[in-house]
Structures are given as structure tokens and as C-alpha cells.
């Protein structure tokens, strides 16, 4: 008996089924034998661009319809795809490279798909993250991705004091023209001694991969201008507990000690343990022994 979402080569494409398909990320070779399949033999294929899709489609010589569904779609081209699923057709749903939602548009198409009770079948693949992660060194049992962090200073500030506590690995995408910054961003929220690995140009003709850490990155960066071209896969290790905790409480330290040229030591203790979420006993302790 064959799964669901299955079916042999050449058979009747299941109707009514949105196929959300996974593309190379940058090495065609990487495409599925079943990706090809599905997208030759669906009514229609919904692109991020339909420039770049074709340029996939030529090569495999598959001649399916081509319309363009990306995040700046109105919702009438999300209800004139609904509706041809509602016929029966089937639609592929593909975006530039990898796997379709993943920092990718889609999440409104299958989110309306699945409300009209349709079927919405995923035919994996490559996946930019999931290969930077494969390879990276770094603990893959639990990890966080996080996808691309805000452009502008303050959110990504905000995001990576959010992120300051995270222990699982965690996996970023990043522009080229950001990189730099970013990484920087990063060794000023986090330590700069912290393990990461970059991953350029994953699968094409000048892939490259750096291992050390947010420091040592920065430099290598600015030893070949050639270093920071391309899209970026960045992976980083999560953070040690017992080290953050000491932070957090010597930083403490720091800000009762200016406090109290303005104001008594227990009005101070009490300010910062409630501004840094610590323990006021603690705090007020430690405050004592240093004294002494």
C-alpha cells in the first residue's frame, strides 16, 4: 500500500492538493526525484519569482504553468489559487531556493488551504539551515532558528537581549551587506569567545565554511573582501547557564556600586534586583562580603 501523498511515476496527480516543494539552494543536482515529478505533473506551480523558477523548470525541461505568490501578494491571488484547488487542480507552491515558509513566503497560502479542509502535502528537500547545521560542529540535539534578525539596530538589540539566555544552538540567515554588523551585534549580547560557524554559499561553485568563534569571525571577514559576498548561514552555540548567571550578578555588582553615591545601599540592592530579575537577599549578600 502506498503512503499518503504518494504516487508512482506517470500516475494521476491527487486533485484538490497543494504540494508545498522544496528547490536547491543553490546546486540543482540537489533537487528530488519526487520534487521533479510533482512539479511536472501539477496544474500549477505558485513561485516567490518566477524568473528564478524557471530557470529550474528549464533545466528539467518541465513546461508546468508558472504564477508569481510571494509575500507582497494581494489575498486575491491566495483566493484565485484556493479556488482552482477547490476545482480539484493540484498546485505546487515553491519560493526561491529550499524549502518554502522556512524565511520563506507561504505561511498565508497553506494557512488558507488547511481552513477550506484541503489537502496540503509537503515533498521535502534542501533546506539552507538544516545543511548549515549538519556540518557545523556544533550540539544539533536541541537548537533554535531564528531565520534573519532585524536590519536596524534597536530591534536586533532587542532580539539578542532576548536570545541572551538561550542554551540551545542557534541558527541565523544573513545578508551580505549585514553580515559584519551582525556579527558584531552578536559578540556585544553574547560573549565574544562563543563558538560559531558560518556557512557561505551553501552548494554552489564558491561554498565556504568558517569555524571559531564571534571574534576570531569578524577578523576573517576582513581578510578578503570576497569573504563577505554571498548569503549567509549562521550557527552559533548556545550559552552557558552558570556563566551567564555569574555575569548577570557582577553586572549586578557594577550597578549597585553607582547607585549608591545617590542613594542608600538597601534602596539600591532593591532597585537593581527587581530591574535584573535577582534575588534581593542574594544580592543585598553579596553586596555585605564585598564591604567587608
Known sequence: ?????????????????????ATPIGNLADISLRAIEVLRQVELIAAEDTRQTQRLLSHYGIATRLISYHDFSDQSTCQRIIQRLNQGESVALVSDAGTPLISDPGYGLVTEARSHGLKVIPIPGPSAFVAALSVAGLPTDRFSFEGFLPAKAGPRGKRLRALATEQRTMIFYEAPHRINSMLQACASHFESSRKVFLGRELTKKFEQHFCGTLASARTWLAEDENNMKGEFVVVIAGGDEAAWQI??????????????KEMPMKKAVAFISAFLGLSKNELYRRVLERDQ
Not at 511515476?9 to 492538493?17: D, I, K, V
Open 1 to 21: 500500500m502506498r503512503e499518503p501523498g504518494n504516487f508512482p511515476q506517470n500516475s494521476a496527480m491527487p486533485g484538490s492538493t497543494l504540494f508545498v516543494v
Open 247 to 260: 555575569a548577570r550578578l557582577e553586572k549586578a555588582d557594577g550597578l549597585v556600586a553607582e547607585l549608591r
